[in-house]
């Protein structure tokens, strides 16, 4: 899932949770590598975190809202 989270410098950037299976490994160069041959610089996520599991609903919905309090509880004060 890839967020707006506030930011003193650029009022928003952008932070992508990623989920990963078991077993499976990712570093954050990784995703910034792949995002940078397709996205233009704006469009890369910032931040870049991976979690067990994303919250969802019992529906399997995203609950970004949830998502979006723990990203901006993990960056702290980085992200005001």
């Not at 930011?7 to 490994?25: N, P, T």
Request: charged share 30%; glycine share 6%; aromatic share 4%.
């Amino acid at each position: 899932a890839v967020i707006g989270v506030p930011d003193k410098e650029l009022g928003e950037v952008l932070a992508a949770v990623i989920e990963l299976d078991e077993g499976e490994e990712l570093s954050e160069h990784d995703v910034v590598e792949y995002c940078s041959q397709s996205l233009p610089a704006h469009k890369i996520p910032k931040h870049i975190m991976f979690v067990v599991s994303l919250p969802r609903e019992a529906t399997g919905k995203m609950e970004k809202r949830v998502l979006r309090e723990f990203v901006e509880s993990r960056l702290g004060s980085e992200a005001h």
